[in-house]
C-alpha cells in the first residue's frame, strides 16, 4: 500500500502561482508513475501532469507552459508548480501513484483544493 498526502494549495488571483506538494510513503518500492489529477465541481477527474521514475513527463494540454511537475525520488516527493494560473484551473488537485508491481494499482491522496479568483 502507497499513502499519499498533498499540501500546498488555497487562494490565488489570476496570474499567480502555486506549488503543490505530495508525499508519499508505506511501499514506495512498488510505484512506477506519479502524478497530478484535477477535479472541478460539476466535472470529471482529469489528467494534469505524470512523471515516471526515471522523470519521464506527459502533461494535459490546458496547463502545457504553465505547469511543471517535478519528482525528487530521494525524498518521495511530487511537486507540480502551477504559473500563470487562470480562473478555469480552480480544482480540487489529487496525488496519484500509479504501481505495476502486482497488476495495475492506483494510489490517490485526499487532495487539496486550488481556488483561482479572477
Known amino acids: 500500500q502507497v499513502q499519499l498526502v498533498e499540501s500546498g494549495g488555497g487562494l490565488v488571483q489570476a496570474g499567480g502561482s502555486l506549488r503543490l506538494s505530495c508525499a508519499a510513503s508505506g511501499s514506495i518500492f512498488e510505484i512506477a508513475t506519479m502524478g497530478w489529477y484535477r477535479q472541478a465541481p460539476g466535472n470529471q477527474r482529469e489528467l494534469v501532469a505524470t512523471?515516471?521514475?526515471?522523470?519521464?513527463?506527459n502533461y494535459a494540454d490546458s496547463v502545457k507552459a504553465r505547469f511543471t511537475i517535478s519528482r525528487n525520488n530521494a525524498k518521495n516527493m511530487v511537486y507540480l508548480q502551477m504559473n500563470s494560473l487562470k480562473p478555469e484551473d480552480t480544482a480540487v488537485y489529487y496525488c496519484?501513484?500509479?504501481?505495476?508491481?502486482?497488476?495495475?494499482?492506483?494510489?490517490w491522496g485526499k487532495g487539496t483544493l486550488v481556488t483561482v479568483s479572477t
Open positions: 512523471i515516471t521514475s526515471g522523470g519521464s513527463t
Open positions: 496519484n501513484a500509479r504501481s505495476y508491481y502486482s497488476g495495475r494499482a492506483d494510489y
